[in-house]
């Protein structure tokens, strides 16, 4: 694998320190979907995962479908993607079916 350029090293430095202070200010990880496509014989999964506010206490456990979609809306569009601390090294598990599949996200989230 070939080094990182300087001004990755210096990017994924500052994003770790800057989650590191997220975590300690009581913000939890997000997934982020986004649309996929596959056929029969593979499935090509999108997302990003991504640190957010924790659930204030009043607010419902289980939010409605609308309001789902609206937080990815708002998640997903203009600056807030710019913005957004991704969860690098985060451990994710996908559902497909009866099929379970860990991995990790990468220096940006995804």
């Not at 957010?52 to 609206?70: I, V």
């Amino acid at each position: 694998m070939a080094r990182p350029h300087a001004a990755a090293l210096l990017e994924d430095a500052y994003t770790e320190r800057k989650a590191d202070l997220l975590r300690s200010r009581g913000w939890v990880t997000r997934i982020v979907p986004s649309t996929g496509y596959g056929s029969a014989s593979q499935l090509r999964i999108f997302g990003r995962v991504i640190f957010t506010r924790g659930r204030p206490e009043d607010e419902p456990e289980e939010p409605t479908y609308a309001a789902r979609l609206r937080a990815v809306e708002l998640e997903t569009r203009g600056w807030r993607a710019f913005v957004a601390t991704p969860a690098t090294e985060e451990p994710v598990t996908v559902r497909i079916d009866d099929r379970l599949i860990t991995t990790r996200t990468d220096r940006g989230g995804s």
